[in-house]
C-alpha cells in the first residue's frame, strides 16, 4: 500500500459514530446484549463452532476458516469483540472477565444448552480460556490459535510504554491507530500484497468508528497484560479435560512461541502444531493450512464422543 493510500484510510480513523444508520449499511447481523450490541455472522448447519477473534483485528481475520468450517458441515459464529470491528465501544474495562460474559451472553442466544467448538485467536485464547473456566461443559473442545495470555510472556517496549497511566495513555492516543493498523498487517506471511491491502481497508473500515484506540488500550492493560490471571484460566480449562490444540506460528513477532512451553505445562493434554515459516495471523493469510490442521481434531473429537 502506498503512503498516500495509508494516509488516506488513516484520515477516517475514529471519525464516525456507530450509530442505527451505519448499522443498517453493514454487513452481518447485530444482537443487543446485557453486555452491549453485537455484531456476528452466523452460518452452516451442522455442530456448532464459535470464533473469537484477539487484540484489534475484527472477525474478518476467520474469513477463510469460517467458510472452510462451513463447507464442512458445521454451523459457525462469528462475531466482534465489544470494543472492535462494529460491535459496541461501551464504557467499561475491557478485562477477560467482561469479554467472557459477551461470549456467554451470545452463545446462551444463539446455542442455547448446545455445546460447541470454541476458538480463540491471540488475546481470543485468553478470553476462551477465561469463558471455559467460569462456565464449565459449554464448550465440546477448545483450539487456540497463537493465543495470548502466558505468565512467561516478555511484553515488548510499547506494551509497557502504554501500560504507563497518564504519559502511555497519550502516547497510545497519539500513534495507536496507525501501530494496530501497520503492526497487524505485518504480520501476514503467506499472501501478495494486494491481500495484504485487503486486509489493511477492511481493518480501516472498523477502525473509523470513534471509541476504538480507547477499547484497545483498556484491553491491553487489563487482558493482555494480565497474564497471572489468564494463566490461571488456562489451567483451569485443562482441568476440565476438555480436548484442546494448538497451532502457533514459529515465526510469529507478536506472541512468540516461546510461550508454547508454558501453554503446555498449564494444559497437558494441549497437542502442539507447529508451522515453521509462519506469523501471527496465519489464520488469516494461511487459512488451508490452519484448516488442514484443525479440520482432523473436529472429526476426532466428534469421533470420541
Avoid at 7 to 33: R, S, V
Avoid at 74 to 79: D, I, N, S, T
Avoid at 178 to 190: D, G, I, M, R, V
Wanted: aromatic letters at 10%; one cysteine or more.
Amino acid at each position: 500500500m502506498t503512503k498516500e493510500a495509508l494516509q488516506a484510510l488513516l484520515q477516517q480513523a475514529q471519525t464516525k459514530e456507530l450509530t442505527p444508520e451505519e448499522k443498517a449499511k453493514a454487513p452481518g447481523a447485530f444482537i443487543d446484549l446485557p453486555c452491549g450490541f453485537t455484531h456476528y455472522e452466523l452460518a452452516g448447519e451442522g455442530t456448532p463452532c464459535v470464533l473469537v477473534h484477539g487484540y484489534a483485528t475484527p472477525y474478518f481475520i476467520y474469513d477463510k476458516l469460517f467458510q472452510t468450517l462451513v463447507d464442512n458441515g458445521y454451523r459457525v459464529l462469528r462475531y466482534d469483540l465489544l470494543g472492535r470491528g462494529l460491535s459496541e465501544r461501551v464504557d467499561a474495562v475491557y478485562s477477560a472477565d467482561l469479554f467472557a460474559r459477551q461470549l456467554s451472553e451470545l452463545t446462551d442466544a444463539i446455542f442455547p444448552d448446545t455445546p460447541f467448538h470454541l476458538f480463540g485467536t491471540s488475546m481470543g485464547g485468553t478470553v476462551t480460556a477465561t469463558f471455559c473456566a467460569q462456565h464449565p461443559g459449554r464448550a465440546k473442545s477448545v483450539i487456540w490459535l497463537a493465543p495470548a495470555g502466558m505468565d512467561t510472556f516478555r511484553p515488548p517496549f510499547y506494551m509497557k510504554l502504554a501500560n504507563i497511566r497518564g504519559i502511555g495513555g497519550v502516547i497510545f492516543n497519539a500513534i495507536g491507530e496507525k501501530t494496530l493498523l501497520t503492526k497487524c498487517a505485518s504480520e501476514a506471511t503467506h499472501v501478495l500484497q494486494d491481500e495484504i491491502d485487503g486486509f489493511m481497508r477492511k481493518f480501516a473500515y472498523a477502525l473509523q468508528y470513534k471509541g476504538f484506540v480507547r477499547c484497545t488500550l483498556s484491553s491491553l492493560r487489563n487482558t493482555i497484560l494480565a497474564t497471572e490471571k489468564a494463566t490461571e484460566a488456562y489451567a483451569a480449562t485443562a482441568a476440565q479435560g476438555l480436548p484442546l490444540l494448538c497451532v502457533w506460528g514459529e515465526e510469529d513477532r507478536t506472541m512468540p512461541i516461546y510461550q508454547a512451553e508454558r501453554l503446555q505445562e498449564v494444559c497437558p493434554q494441549v497437542q502442539l502444531v507447529r508451522f515453521p515459516g509462519s506469523g501471527h495471523i496465519f489464520v488469516f493469510d494461511e487459512g488451508e493450512r490452519t484448516a488442514d490442521a484443525v479440520l482432523p481434531f473436529l472429526r476426532s473429537v466428534e469421533a470420541s464422543r
